[in-house]
Structures are given as structure tokens and as C-alpha cells.
């Protein structure tokens, strides 16, 4: 019997409610992946807008397909040496009916499937943050393809499913820390490693050209991210995902706070790319540790990892790293933060009884969580790398200097974000257009000799 199904005659019936709440968190978890869109697209600068919007959406596309095709089969089917599952019944989702439970639950296969689906899709859209204005869309899209195949479906399998080694030994990822932001952050990290620079780093100024878009990226990723995290319970039938909700607003207020007051104090302004920053660490570090800890400790959790990842964006200077949109500093160190922090914020009153040390557990479950951490962020950074190199000596991984000079946009998608050729409103007759502060009288005799001026160049 493929795992996840419940036929039994004393197996729970499906809940109404919960399958209602999981497609509504589902859809939640959908719209982050434009949200993203919209964060990263105000943070490049007018020419790599597009492209930058592309690289989202297009994962929405090719992650969907291959999720129903092989994917959910192998991050969620029949365990194979705790590194990967596998069963013929998810092969294109076709051996499933519609009243089968996913097991001990109360929602369809089908739903679990598909709010699994959501989390596939963001995790390699999370990745391009780091490299905008410089890759090739082409190998953007097949970079997606084999990254998802390689190292999202096996790790997701680790953290999540049953036998994997790491659900086996007892690592706390509520809604993917490890399986989603370390793994995105160490791809984005082994990737840029490989394909450099772009031009003008340290030397050019590479300004968000929309910090509304930014706000806006930022809003949308906040609201989502609730179905994302209280989702992740997959029901409402204890609590256990209304605290979840509870810390996921928590910490992500106290994480931009925490950013904000760091630029005060190191830079002297608060400003909105901060904030909007800020917010994200939040959201990230409380990911994984969000079921397992107290508000107080979500409090703890976002402040920590505020300020840990306001410092971190600046290493890329220090480094020589060219992570565009701060991937690194904000989703591998936010990511390694919240899961680390389980170990010693866990209350035991949460997800589960695990308890961290601060609350008398002492440093068993701290170990746990380094090993899932330093295991996910090995594996995805030398594999990613890996990829990048392979498709960089087939088909080539960045567009030519020139091209990324004069905008990736137009290159790559024959567009521009924005089109202001019409917005003047036509041109008005220069004849007709007195001198500022000019009088009547002078005004007039302007308008004479322009007339005449005008005459003589049409003769």
C-alpha cells in the first residue's frame, strides 16, 4: 500500500474544515512566489526588472510539472535508504482517488500533495535573488529543472518524509527552515561561487530602482507566509497551528525592529529596504522553529536573527561574493539561525516534547538540529555548484558582458519594464510657449520672432 494512504475501517474521516483550511493555505502559499517576484524585482535596477520577475514566475511552471510527474513520488513516497522515497502510485498522481487520506490526517492526498507542491516551487525561485542581472534565462530554466530533481525532492524527503534520515533522527523543521531556506541560501551560494561577479561589483551603483515594489514584495510574502508556516501543521485540530500563526507575526516584528535599530545605531537612517529586509529574516528564522517555542521565545528567535542577518549582508564585501539581492545573508543565515535556535528555545509544549536548553533538555536536541543544518547546507552547496558548472561549459550560464551591460531585459525577453514613451502627452508648438516670468507684451513679441525665426527655416 503506497505510504500516506489510510483505508483502515477505524481510519479518521476527512474533515471538511481542515481540507478547506489546507487549500486555502495552499493558495497562500502560492501567491509567495510572485510576492517574491515583486520583493526582488524592486531591488535590481530598471533593466533587470523583467528578468528578475521571470525567474519567479517561470518556477511555477517548471517545479508544478515535475512535482506531479516524479516529484511528490520522491519526496514523499515508499523510503529507500533514508535518502529518497519513491512509489509508482504518485507517478503523475495517477494511482490516488479522491477520498484517500494522506495517513493520520484528516485532508485528501491530493491536498497534501499540492500545499507540498507550493513549497517546491519557491524553494529554487528563492535562489535567483542571488543571481540577478547576470544568468541566462534558458539556463535559469534548466538549472530549475535539475536542481528541483537533484536536491529539493531528495532533502524535502530527509526533513519530511517518513524514514527519511533526518525526520528519523529527530531534526525540528516545522515548515523548512533546513529543507527550504539553507537549502536555497547554500545553492545560491555554490551557484554565484561558479559564475562570478557581475560587472561593475563594488564599483557601480546598483540601487533598487522601486522600494514600493520592495514594500509591496514584502507585504505579500508576510501575509502568505502564514499559510505557509500554520499550514504546515496540516489541521486545526489542537492548536499547534494557531501558535504557529501567533509566532510567525511575532517574530517577524520583532526581526525588523531588531534590523532597523541595527542600521540606526551602525548607519544612522531606518530605511525601508530594512525594513522590508528585516521582516523577511523574521519570517525565515521563525520557519522551522515557530511549533516548538513560546512567544517570548519567537520574540528571541526574530531579534536574534534580525540583527544576525543585518550583519551578514555586508559580507559579501568583505568576501568578494556577488550575492545580488542577499540571499546568503538573509535566507542560509536566517535559515541556520531559526534551526539552530530550536535547540535551545524548544518548550516542549509545542510540536512536540523535544526540549531545547534553555528549558532543561539540555544539548540533545541542539545536536540534532546542527546535524540537519550542517548536512543540508553541505550537500545543496556542493551540488549546486556542481550543476552550475556542468551547464556553464555546455550551453553557458551568464549572457555576455555587453548584454548584461545594456540590460538583461531586452536580451532576454525583447521588453523593458517600463515603456515611458507616450508619457509626455505630445509636443507643444514652440511658438506658442512664452519665456517664464516674461509679461504679456513681451510674451507677444517672443511668439513674433520665433514665427519669424521659424519661417526663415522652413524657406
Not at 505510504?3 to 481510519?11: E, F, K, N, S
Not at 553557458?396 to 548584454?403: A, F, H, I, K, T
Amino acid at each position: 500500500m503506497p505510504p500516506g494512504i489510510t483505508i483502515a475501517a477505524d481510519a479518521p474521516e476527512l474533515s471538511a474544515a481542515n481540507t478547506g483550511f489546507m487549500l486555502i493555505c495552499s493558495a497562500l502559499v502560492m501567491l509567495m512566489t510572485p510576492g517574491l517576484a515583486f520583493f526582488y524585482g524592486g531591488m535590481v535596477r530598471v533593466k533587470s526588472t523583467l528578468n528578475m520577475l521571470m525567474m519567479s514566475f517561470i518556477s511555477l511552471g517548471i517545479v508544478t510539472i515535475l512535482w506531479v510527474l516524479y516529484g511528490f513520488s520522491v519526496a514523499f513516497g515508499t523510503d529507500h535508504g533514508s535518502l529518497f522515497g519513491w512509489e509508482g502510485d504518485y507517478i503523475g498522481l495517477s494511482g490516488l482517488g479522491i477520498n484517500q487520506l494522506w495517513d493520520g490526517y484528516t485532508i485528501p492526498v491530493y491536498v497534501f500533495a499540492v500545499f507540498q507542491l507550493m513549497f517546491a516551487v519557491i524553494t529554487p525561485a528563492l535562489i535567483s535573488g542571488a543571481l540577478a542581472d547576470r544568468v541566462k534565462f534558458t539556463a535559469w530554466a534548466l538549472f530549475i529543472a535539475l536542481w528541483a530533481t537533484i536536491v529539493y525532492f531528495p532533502v524535502a524527503h530527509w526533513v519530511w518524509g517518513t524514514g527519511g534520515w533526518a525526520f528519523e533522527l529527530g531534526v525540528i523543521d516545522f515548515a523548512g527552515g533546513t529543507a527550504v531556506h539553507i537549502n536555497a541560501g547554500a545553492a545560491a551560494l555554490g551557484v554565484i561561487l561558479v559564475i562570478g561577479k557581475r560587472v561593475g561589483f563594488k564599483k557601480d551603483p546598483m540601487r533598487p530602482h522601486s522600494l514600493p515594489l520592495v514594500m509591496l514584495g514584502a507585504a505579500l510574502l508576510w501575509f502568505g507566509w502564514f499559510g505557509f508556516n500554520a499550514g504546515s501543521w496540516l489541521g486545526n485540530d489542537d492548536g499547534v497551528g494557531a501558535l504557529m500563526f501567533v509566532n510567525t507575526q511575532v517574530a517577524t516584528a520583532a526581526a525588523m525592529l531588531a534590523w532597523l535599530l541595527y542600521e540606526k545605531l551602525r548607519h544612522g537612517a531606518c530605511t525601508t529596504l530594512g525594513a522590508a529586509s528585516g521582516a523577511v529574516a523574521g519570517l525565515v528564522a521563525i520557519t522551522p522553529s515557530g511549533g516548538s517555542c513560546s512567544p517570548l521565545g519567537a520574540i528571541a528567535i526574530g531579534a536574534i536573527a534580525g540583527v544576525l542577518c543585518a550583519m551578514a549582508v555586508g559580507l559579501k564585501f568583505r568576501f568578494g561574493y556577488d550575492d545580488s539581492l542577499d540571499v546568503v545573508g538573509v535566507h542560509l543565515v536566517g535559515g541556520i539561525a531559526g534551526s539552530v535556535l530550536v535547540g535551545f528555545f524548544a518548550t516542549g509544549g509545542g510540536q512536540s516534547e523535544a526540549q531545547g536548553l534553555f528549558y532543561g533538555g539540555g544539548l540533545s536536541q541542539l545536536w540534532k538540529q546542527l546535524a540537519g543544518v550542517g548536512a543540508v547546507l553541505a550537500y545543496s552547496l556542493v551540488a549546486s555548484a556542481v550543476l552550475a558548472l556542468l551547464i556553464d561549459k555546455t550551453i553557458g550560464m551568464r549572457v555576455d558582458e555587453d548584454d548584461e551591460v545594456a540590460g538583461i531585459d531586452q536580451v532576454e525577453h525583447a521588453e523593458t519594464a517600463y515603456d515611458f514613451s507616450g508619457a509626455g502627452g505630445g509636443t507643444v508648438p514652440r511658438t506658442a510657449v512664452p519665456a517664464p516670468g516674461v509679461d504679456s507684451a513681451q510674451g507677444t513679441a517672443q511668439v513674433q520672432r520665433n514665427e519669424k525665426s521659424d519661417k526663415k527655416v522652413d524657406a
